[in-house]
Structure formats: C-alpha cells, structure tokens
C-alpha cells in the first residue's frame, strides 16, 4: 500500500501542476519498495494508467538495465517511474516507442541542468554523466499497451557505493550544497512532459538533435559489443533516425539496437 505523499513533495507538487501535462494523473509515494518500475508495470497493464508516477524514498530491489542492481539508499536518491503511452503518437507509433528511453535522457539533462547548472554528457543508450562518471540512469520496459520509464538520479553523495566512487557521482558531490530533491522531481516531471509531448506529437528530429548534442562520444569513440559471433570492435558514428547505435567496422556500418556496448 502506498503512503502519503511527504509533505515537501506534495507542495512542489501543486506548485507545478499547469508544467506537467499529461503526467502526475496519478502519483504513488512509497517510503520503501521493492522496485518502483514493477507498481508502475501493474498500473501500465490496466490499459489506462498513462501519466501514472511513482516515487520511492528507498528500493530494497531497484534495477537497471539488463538486471542489473541499481543501489538505491533512503534519501539520497531520485527514484521514479511514469507510466507513458508512445502508441497514442500521432505519427510513427513505433518510432515513438523506440525513441522513449533518448527522449528521456534528453528530458532528465534538461531538468537536471535547470536545477544545478551542470553541464550533462549523455551516453548511448541510458545514462547520464557530470564530469565523466555516472549520475543517473534509465530504464524502459515494454508493458502492453503503454511503457515504463524508470530512472534514478544520484542525489546526494550515499547515492552510490563507496566501491563506484571512481565511476559514479551525485548531484550534491558536484554542486556542493544540498539539492532539493522535491524539486528536482517535479522538474524532471515538467521536462519529461515538454518531451512527451514532442514524442506524441511527431517531432522526433527536435529530440534527436538535442540528445546528439549532448553525446559528443556517440562520434568517434571505440566502442565494443558482444554478439553471437563473439565480440566486435568499431567506431562508434552516430544514431539514426529511429535511436540505434552506429558503428564503423572496416568498411562497413553495423546498427546496435540493444545490448551491451563497452565506451574504450
């Protein structure tokens, strides 16, 4: 069962609601959960949960991609999951979907930036980097007949283990000051709903030039990736129009759609 929305939250909340749009129809705070991605997958599959948010003091099983464990202490983090329904776009539904985790990462720059005037480097496909570590990630998954869109930002500097401090960071390591973690919400609320709403309504070259102008290294960087020929080495030279990773091998142009490429 859900708990009350804390007080802060619910204030900031209210203060935004004319900047959110379509999202916040409803919002579920959690002191502690397992995973906020799995009750918005239960919202997502009732067919008419779109703009649904979770929120979570805590995560006792938070994830990140390919299972991966995404650390998640009380009251240092960020931890957020909408419930999001690309299929309504009016063009391309299914260009849509598949740009919703690069509209987020362009969405989560943009609200993390307005807070803290951090410069944010995106990185194919889900995360988000300050001064080349780790700040935040994403992570979207498929429920019929919408998608989930998790993602957790490193807040304050027990964010991370102290083991990833070489590749992690927090907002307030980099700032030096406390930041407001209510407002940092509904911010990246208000900015994932400006993006939503360019998702929807087909302009998709609006975010995809913004995310390729914060990903300096989808240009140029050697990149590794596995596949079921073993491992493949390129060049990484770009993204195309639908979100996937192109790399140079040789003299030809290889698109990675999902799966796990290592930045050299």
Known sequence: MADPLPREFAEALERSRDRLGRLGSRVLFFSTVGSTND??????????????????DEQSAGRGRRGRTWFSPPGSGLYVSVVLAPARARVDRNRATMLVPLTAGVALAEAVEAMTALPVVLKWPNDLQVTRRKLAGILAEAVAPGVVLGYGINVG????PP????????????VGRPVDRAQLWVETLAALSRRYEDLLDGRFDAILDAWRNRAPASRGARVTWDTPEGPRAGVSDGIDDGGALLVRVGDRTERIVAGEVTWL
Do not use: F, I, K, N
């Not at 997502?44 to 948010?53: C, I, K, L, T």
């Open 157 to 160: 500097g027990m964010a991370y």
């Open 163 to 174: 083991e990833l401090g070489d590749r992690a960071t927090s907002l307030e390591s980099e």
């Open 39 to 56: 009750v918005a997958s239960t919202l997502a599959a009732s067919g008419d949960g779109e703009g649904a948010v979770v929120v979570a």
